[in-house]
């Protein structure tokens, strides 16, 4: 018998001895097979109380399997909602710092390039000042669902804080990932957000930065978002 994959080494002379002194031989039909197989012993050498013994030791053995398993469970569950943003379906800063990790040293081994687009809500906090929180949290549920359906399933979304995304995109040397984050950003603004009687359109600023692979998560983080206030300075100076 295996367990965990290993097969159990067979007793020792003085652990066979000592199972022997716990009673009189006992008959070859009444040990479990599975318990002499465990003890790496013929069946007629277990006694009929070490046996029962046995069968119950196997159960909790199986027991407590089914006990790590069910922690793993939800282990897994606990660690999937810490990398959720409380709000939004994405993933959050967290997890993005995480995935953009794993991306970049991707893009290390096979030199396939990727790129980061950070995005910003402009005017958030006037929607949030004259229609209240309710209206600004469904706006932000609107730009998380709109950057979510023209990704490809293998692009990173999340939601960075406040008003602000990060999206990955994999396979995308810079120039592709401005051109992505230009389309990106008109299907936000292409309908206006309901909520209500209130509607408004939604407007975003964006940079871009390559995930170099010699530059560590935030910084690359940083150089995107500090092209994002580029970008927002330039459209207020207009």
């Not at 469970?73 to 995480?98: C, I, K, Q, V, W």
């Amino acid at each position: 018998m295996k367990i965990g994959g290993v097969r159990a080494e067979p007793f020792s002379d003085n652990r066979r001895r000592a199972l022997a002194h716990a009673g009189a031989q006992a008959t070859a039909s009444t040990a479990p097979k599975d318990s002499a197989g465990f003890l790496g012993l013929a069946a007629a050498e277990l006694t009929p109380a070490v046996s029962q013994a046995l069968a119950i030791l196997l159960g909790e053995i199986d027991d407590l399997r089914g006990e790590v398993a069910r922690l793993k469970a939800r282990l897994a569950e606990a660690e999937g909602l810490a990398d959720r943003d409380a709000l939004t379906p994405l993933l959050n800063r967290r997890a993005l710092l995480r995935e953009l990790n794993r991306v970049r040293t991707f893009a290390q081994r096979y030199g396939a390039p990727a790129s980061l687009v950070y995005f910003d809500l402009d005017g958030f906090k006037a929607v949030n000042d004259r229609f209240g929180h309710a209206a600004g949290d469904a706006a932000l549920q609107a730009v998380a669902q709109r950057l979510v359906a023209q990704v490809r399933e293998s692009d990173v979304v999340a939601r960075m804080g406040g008003d602000e995304f990060a999206v990955i995109l994999v396979q995308a040397d810079e120039a592709t990932a401005y051109a992505k984050a230009q389309s990106l950003a008109r299907s936000v603004e292409g309908a206006p957000v309901q909520f209500g009687d209130w509607s408004a359109p939604l407007h975003l600023s964006f940079g871009v930065a390559p995930v170099a692979y010699d530059a560590e998560p935030e910084a690359i983080v940083a150089a995107a978002d500090a092209a994002m206030f580029a970008q927002k300075r330039a459209r207020a100076g207009r």
